[in-house]
């Protein structure tokens, strides 16, 4: 019967056919030890030279690393083997017997080398582990969403503006002037688009466009008709660090909310990364296992975690022996002194203005400062979400857009919503491959993700 290593336990004393790849094998020349990987998980098939075909030995004495296969056998409980069970060999079917020199080996690999061989580093158990814990903090995000009330809202990529500042944003032509006479478009008047009327695109007259940093001013746009959504997706900065938090490309999910203020956005994050971080323990116990991650940091991911104002963080930063300014940005080094003196995740609020983005409304308790927090991930990982409630004053938008140097022309449909039914809202974005290096326990993003982009790096 056809299974998957995912359903073997269902099948104890049958006899079964697997699907997969030869993971691993050795051989003591009576007895072939067959490690196989079906993509579901790994099963040892042991086969016994004096049991088979002879014609069947030979396949297998002739198997290489990473060739694709069909067993069949028989589930046998073996309490030492990770999933449990391990199949008694009754057949082997090559599919493709791979190319000799599978360039990945038991040996210890530089990073360089299995980042140029990412496409088939992708197969090893750790990297095909630290993909499950991805997929499980996507579908508990969509999860914790629908279930609070947010509407999945898809967000544009190519945009005309930027949202976090004009110094990491990646810039492309958007067609000539003569391209774009062909096609018109006009508005009929009543929010439906009509097709070849003739009619201007003010905003997309400069013929650049660049790669979306952040979804979030279109979220803004969302919310004034769905109340609370989210985005996730692909999003792009320039950025030139070569730290092991960044990427040129990432995937970040933005939630924003009308009629919720600082606190409550916070209170939003707080229920996230707790439900996230109890699916993953919940979900992927066997992942974590692979991956040696030490378990015990995570079961502290409990509410409420740690408030600090800026203030608070920079005074507490000055006394553990950083040189931070009073009013400057955290570094990454700061980030990581304060995460390893709380065993909870922290919230940073209330920075100073001049160190964050236009769009953030001013603290009325002190208009030098932002409500916003940033929320950094215990054990040295630092930030995984930044977030914070808009400026919702249409005057006030416009003069931050101004002051930040920014041409507001573009930003002229972002003013709309400080025009019409302009409310309080709030919301915030989480880095996902921050937070899948965080609960994986790894070094560097750059395993997070299938085909990291870096400054040095687009290949594969
Ligand atoms: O703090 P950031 O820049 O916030 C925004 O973009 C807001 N517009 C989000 C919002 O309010 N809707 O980015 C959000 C998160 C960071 O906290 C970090 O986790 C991640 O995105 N991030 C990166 N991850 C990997 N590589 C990079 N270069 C990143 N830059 C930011
Ligand atoms: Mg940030």
Redesign the pocket.
């Known amino acids: 019967m056809l299974t998957t290593v995912s359903h073997i336990h269902e099948h104890l004393g049958e006899t079964v056919e697997l699907k997969g790849w030869c993971y691993n094998f050795r051989s003591s020349g009576k007895i072939f030890f067959l490690q196989l990987r079906d993509g579901t998980g790994r099963v040892q098939v042991v086969y016994s030279k004096a049991e088979l075909p002879s014609g069947q030995w030979d396949l297998l004495d002739a198997l290489r690393l990473e060739s694709s296969v069909v067993v069949t056998g028989v589930v046998k409980t073996e309490p030492r083997a990770p999933s449990g069970f391990e199949l008694a060999g009754l057949s082997v079917q090559v599919v493709h017997l791979a190319h000799e020199g599978y360039p990945i080996g038991k040996k210890e690999h530089g990073p360089e080398f299995l980042l140029d061989n990412r496409h088939l580093w992708l197969r090893a158990e750790s990297q095909w582990a630290v993909q499950r814990v991805r997929d499980r903090i996507i579908t508990s995000t969509y999860e914790w969403f629908h279930e609070n009330g947010f509407i999945k809202f898809d967000t544009p990529i190519l945009t005309p503006t930027s ?2 500042g004009t110094t ?1 944003l990646f810039e492309m032509e958007y067609f000539s002037e003569e391209d774009k006479g062909g096609q018109r478009s006009a508005e009929d008047g009543k929010g439906r688009l009509g097709k070849g009327e003739p009619g201007e695109d003010a905003a997309s007259a400069g013929g650049k466009a660049y790669l979306a ?5 279109y ?1 803004e746009a969302g919310i004034m008709s769905l109340g609370r959504a989210f985005d996730f997706g692909p ?1 792009f ?1 320039a ?1 030139k ?1 070569k730290t092991r ?4 490309e ?1 995937w ?1 999910m ?3 909310a009308a009629f919720v203020e600082h606190e409550g956005n916070m209170a939003i994050q707080e229920a996230l990364i707790c439900r996230i971080v109890e699916d993953v323990l919940k979900h992927c116990a066997y992942e974590l296992k692979v991956l040696e991650r030490d378990l015990e940091p995570l079961k502290k991911v409990q509410a409420p975690f740690v408030h600090l104002t800026h203030e608070e963080a920079t005074k507490k930063l000055r006394e553990l022996g950083s040189d931070i300014g009073e009013r400057a940005d955290l570094g990454a080094d700061d980030e990581t002194l304060l995460t390893q003196h709380y065993d909870r995740p922290i919230f940073i609020e209330k920075y100073p203005a001049e160190v964050k ?1 236009f ?1 953030m409304k001013r603290d009325p308790d002190d208009d030098t400062r932002v409500l916003n927090n ?2 950094l991930a215990p054990e040295g990982y630092g ?6 409630q808009r400026e919702d004053d249409y005057e006030t938008l416009l003069k931050r857009i101004r002051d930040h140097g920014l041409d507001p022309e573009p930003f002229d449909w972002y003013l709309d919503l400080r025009r019409y039914g302009s409310v309080p809202h709030s ?9 899948v290096a965080w609960t994986c326990g790894l070094h560097h ?1 750059r395993e997070t993700i299938p085909f990291p982009r870096l400054v040095n790096r687009i290949h594969p």
């Open positions: 949202c976090e990491e940093q952040s979804g979030q001013l979220l999003v900065r950025e660090s938090r960044h990427l040129t990432f970040m933005d939630a924003e983005a769009y940033d929320l930030e995984i979400i930044g977030g914070s919301g915030f974005g989480y880095g996902l491959e921050r937070i993003v």
